[in-house]
């Protein structure tokens, strides 16, 4: 016998998706079987807004890491855009404007009056990289903090 489960996924969902299924006998919830694996759904690549926050000192910059660049460009189910600012100028950030493409992919100005506005224009935040990260101070770490506990569920690394 042989049963096919299937779900529709949103348009926005692109890449590689991970699954679970899981049976269990709602009389004994000790007999159950389960299988997970993962998809690949295509579709038009996502720009994600990438903002790595360098040790002041330096360390690996992945806008310039020839390494990391030809690896990013092997990526075809996302467009990565990563931006890279120095931790102890962080909080020295007021106001501005950056680029951002819209749902359609049209590019649009969008403006930020503080830093939490500006570290919520990114949707992932990477601090540091090879164990090589910089000291924030008070305002840009609660900043940062407020990005995490963002509810929208942007990724931290």
């Excluded at 990438?50 to 030809?70: S, V, W």
């Excluded at 890279?84 to 403006?111: P, Y």
């Amino acid at each position: 016998m042989t049963y096919t489960v299937t779900r529709t996924m949103p348009d926005e969902y692109v890449g590689i998706i991970p699954w679970q299924l899981e049976v269990v006998k709602t009389t004994q919830s000790r007999v159950h079987a389960s299988e997970h694996n993962y998809t690949h759904i295509s579709g038009t690549a996502k720009t994600i807004y990438i903002l790595q926050i360098l040790d002041d000192g330096g360390g690996l910059n992945l806008t310039t890491n020839n390494t990391y660049r030809d690896l990013f460009d092997l990526v075809s189910d996302f467009d990565l855009n990563i931006s890279t600012r120095k931790a102890g100028t962080l909080s020295q950030i007021s106001s501005g404007n950056v680029t951002r493409k819209d749902e359609n992919g049209v590019n649009q100005t969008v403006h930020y009056s503080n830093l939490n506005e500006y570290l919520n224009t990114f949707d992932m935040l990477i601090l540091g990289f090879e164990d090589c990260y910089g000291e924030l101070d008070r305002a840009a770490a609660n900043a940062v903090v407020d990005f995490i506990n963002n509810p929208s569920g942007k990724a931290v690394l």
